[in-house]
């Protein structure tokens, strides 16, 4: 049954084959596009695993594909990649009225929820842990081991993904994660919208909360430059320092010297995020 | 004497340094921004060699940098990328008067135009190949060991930087080059304009045409996607096999099954071109 998505564009890649499908999704009630990565050799006989990906504000499926430069790696050690879009979208959907980049199109913050108007579309992360992967398993020769990842917004969505849903994810790492959402501005912003005034209830989206229930010990791997400039203000990767220290939670934090927010700095540390990843969904 | 160029934005890159600039260029009268990779450990005391990017139509200094993957290598091997913007730019500039995207702003082919009202700002060429590297030489701890690439339009302009400039460059290479531009429609259209309608003038701004009474017998490296949309109409790797083949220029040419014109294409195949480069550089 792949008649529920349609081929919008492919192109070979390091032996293998970068595609990007339109599809409905019932979750976010809107048409969706996404990227996958193909490495060579993976066919219905050969299955590999998957790579999950989400990306920050304002990215579509594009930017991590087009800029990362994950894919020779990934070919190398035969593992797909897939790169879901980060907000639902279109005319019929909600977005910022005031026009801004950091809420709404674009920055679905990767929670599902539960205010209006934004209730019926905004629910990526049923979208990227649920109705995602069955796709992705139907349309492609792949396993259902899986892993994630993600940056900055993406990031928090990536530890949040795999917090919450033990068993689910092989590993887990991020990129300048919006590592404890519910006390910065743009996750106040956000989930003030999204998941309405009770601050209760955001716990159950921010990284720093969940980590301290996790029923599943996932090692964590974070990167993050000290020269970014959000660090302070949106990001705190302390926070996740402590609460994974109290909670006794294992984390790889790495502050890398210089590094900011670009994809240049995701790019030179990605072939690391993949080995790990790679080990994980080899073991 | 750095003074004449500003930095616009620099990005830790693979432990090297990914910078833009922006500076005044006499010889296309109008400031310009380029693009520059600088390997880790390359330092006054430690000059590195160049290699010059050439991309293609509508593209400017960034779409390298962001989609090739290149800095990887580039830092392993020691060698510092410098990609400049198609054409000359701005309010001053005139562009295609239909709005085109193959003429114009960020459509200049790497000539130097003869023609009202081209003549006084398209001379991408002499720009390309004669002040930018002194501005070069002068900003960064970089040699004179100089190499040349490119993609598409930016390709045409490698392959016919080197072969009109004896020892200027340690090596070239390029993917999907407009190999024939005078008698394909792109260059038709450019060429016409540019340079008029004297076709004898364009065959010195064809690579077909300079191959046959070139002075140096520098080995050309070209890697052609078979399923490249503008193969047949716009590119003509074969007419640039039989004009080498008559002259007895030494040309690797390699049609890589099922790639197309993309960034996924260049990117797949960088690393060969950086490790052809180096080589030469090398030696």
Aim: some cysteine; aromatic content about 10%.
């Amino acid at each position: 049954m792949t008649d529920e998505a349609t081929l919008v564009s492919a192109n070979r890649c390091f032996g293998g084959r970068h595609e990007r499908w339109r599809h409905r999704s019932r979750t976010l009630g809107c048409d969706m596009v996404f990227a996958a990565f193909l490495p060579p050799g993976a066919a219905p006989g050969a299955p590999v695993p998957v790579l999950y990906w989400l990306s920050g504000l304002t990215c579509t499926d594009e930017n991590f594909m087009q800029k990362a430069g994950a894919q020779r790696l990934a070919a190398e050690l035969g593992i797909a990649i897939v790169a879901p879009d980060t907000s639902p979208r279109g005319s019929g959907v909600p977005g910022d009225p005031e026009g801004a980049w950091d809420f709404g199109h674009g920055a679905g913050f990767y929670v599902d929820a539960t205010e209006e108007p934004w209730a019926r579309h905004y629910r990526m992360h049923d979208y990227v842990v649920n109705e995602l992967p069955i796709l992705v398993e139907r349309l492609f020769p792949v396993t259902d081991r899986r892993s994630v990842s993600g940056h900055s917004m993406g990031g928090h969505g990536a530890l949040v993904a795999a917090l919450r849903n033990p068993g689910r994810y092989r590993s887990v790492s991020a990129f300048a994660p919006i590592a404890n959402p519910a006390s910065v501005p743009w996750g106040e912003k956000a989930f003030g919208r999204l998941l309405g005034p009770d601050r209760r209830r955001w716990a159950e989206w921010d990284a720093c909360a969940l980590i301290a229930r996790a029923a599943e010990r996932l090692p964590l791997l974070v990167d993050q430059g000290d020269a970014d400039a959000f660090l302070e203000t949106q990001l705190r990767p302390e926070a996740l320092r402590a609460a994974a220290g109290a909670a006794g939670h294992p984390l790889t934090l790495r502050l890398q010297p210089g590094y900011d927010h670009s994809y240049f700095f995701i790019a030179t540390f990605i072939d690391d995020h993949l080995r790990h990843h790679a080990a994980a969904l080899a073991a």
